[in-house]
């Protein structure tokens, strides 16, 4: 069965630390990976990975997919209250023309003052 | 920045009845989903559809089920009779076309849909 786990569940931080989140996968079709932050709502698009050993970076987030051992991190930098969320990994499968996405149960990260 | 939207943002409804959530996906995209989340749990894949009909679907999406996009811009899931059991986030995504290569799914701030 293909399965997506996330490390730690939950986290507390203060401001100005850094994070690194895990994700591990095991899935029979492996397209890409991608990680989405969820506040309140919509689960919010971060990164897309899916070649091996290439960081993708957006200001303060980073992400690089191990597809040799199966795993992703995200890395956050000098973290923000603002980045309190739920951190969510997903893997993309080859389901017919197009993939569906199988997630983890999510990273709560709380960031404090 | 375009966006997923849904409607409604919250949808109460007595078990057995029939429940239409709406979605409008970004313009130019060409797959749609839905997903939906039951409160605690991961979120989970329900249906995929391109072209007018469905790509895949999950062990969830059984014949109570259905979707439809029946005009240019919406992108319906239709429950035909609610149990208990279907209290959850449901969320839409869409995706734009990509050839061989992958695109993101984008979503919806999702439908809160309790069953009483």
């Known amino acids: 069965e293909d399965k997506v786990v996330q490390s730690p569940l939950s986290l507390v931080v203060h401001e100005g630390d850094t994070v690194t989140l895990n994700c591990s996968y095991e899935?029979?079709?492996?397209?890409?990976l991608l990680w989405y932050k969820q506040e309140k709502k919509a689960p919010t698009f971060l990164f897309m990975l899916?070649?091996?050993?290439i960081e993708k970076k957006s200001g303060r987030l980073s992400s690089i997919l191990d597809k040799k051992e199966l795993f992703s991190i995200l890395n956050i930098t000098a973290t923000q209250t603002g980045d309190s969320a739920v951190y969510l990994c997903?893997?993309?499968?080859?389901?017919?023309?197009?993939?569906?996405?199988?997630f983890g149960k999510g990273t709560k990260l709380s960031v404090k003052p | 920045e375009p966006e997923v939207t849904q409607t409604p943002s919250h949808q109460v409804t007595q078990m057995g009845q029939e429940v239409i959530l709406r979605c409008v996906p970004i313009?130019?995209?060409?797959?749609f989903y839905w997903y939906r989340q039951i409160l605690g749990q991961k979120v989970e894949f329900l249906v995929s559809?391109?072209?007018?009909?469905?790509?895949?679907k999950s062990e969830i999406f059984d014949d109570q089920f259905s979707v439809e996009r029946p005009d240019g811009s919406n992108f319906t899931l239709k429950i035909r009779s609610t149990k208990l059991e279907d209290s959850a986030m449901y969320f839409c995504?869409?995706?734009?076309?990509?050839?061989?290569?992958?695109?993101?799914?984008?979503f919806g701030d999702g439908t809160r849909l309790s069953i009483l």
């Open positions: 559809f391109y072209n007018n009909e469905i790509s895949e």
């Open positions: 313009s130019n995209h060409l797959y």
């Open positions: 997903a893997v993309m499968n080859y389901g017919g023309s197009q993939g569906n996405l199988i």
């Open positions: 899916t070649s091996s050993g």
């Open positions: 899935v029979t079709n492996f397209r890409s």
């Open positions: 995504a869409s995706s734009d076309f990509a050839g061989y290569s992958n695109q993101p799914q984008h």
